[in-house]
């Protein structure tokens, strides 16, 4: 069965950085769109970030776009979020996801995905 499974979230201080993983397994990762969610603590889930099937394209939300950046590695069928500058609002549990062959490059739209993580922890500290 289709798995998805982050690493790499953590405790860090205001300003500083974190890498997240995001490693698939039971599907074939080169046919998928990937995308970064994040739910903060009563709040909705909303999209971070978002890339291609390729990786030729990239999309961000405003809140995070020149400080963090989505990568993927198709022969690790790895997903990667690369976060700097993190502020205190940062914090929440980040979500992967995947879509199998989008009719657009990013899907901004959670509803867009069939699979998810289960999620990584951020806590950014002021």
């Known amino acids: 069965q289709v798995q998805l499974v982050e690493s790499g979230g953590g405790l860090v201080q205001a300003g500083g950085s974190l890498r997240l993983s995001c490693v698939a397994s039971g599907l074939t990762f080169s046919n998928y769109a990937m995308g970064w969610f994040r739910q903060a603590p009563g709040k909705g889930r909303e999209f971070v970030a978002g890339?291609?099937?390729?990786?030729?394209?990239?999309a961000y939300a405003e809140a995070v776009k020149g400080r963090f950046t989505i990568s993927r590695d198709n022969a690790e069928n790895t997903v990667y979020l690369q976060m700097n500058s993190l502020k205190p609002q940062d914090t929440a549990i980040y979500y992967c996801?995947?879509?199998?062959?989008?009719?657009?490059?990013?899907?901004?739209?959670?509803?867009?995905?069939?699979?998810w993580g289960q999620g990584t922890p951020v806590t950014v500290s002021s």
């Open positions: 890339i291609s099937l390729s990786g030729g394209t990239s």
């Open positions: 996801a995947a879509r199998y062959r989008p009719p657009i490059a990013v899907v901004r739209s959670s509803d867009g995905y069939t699979y």
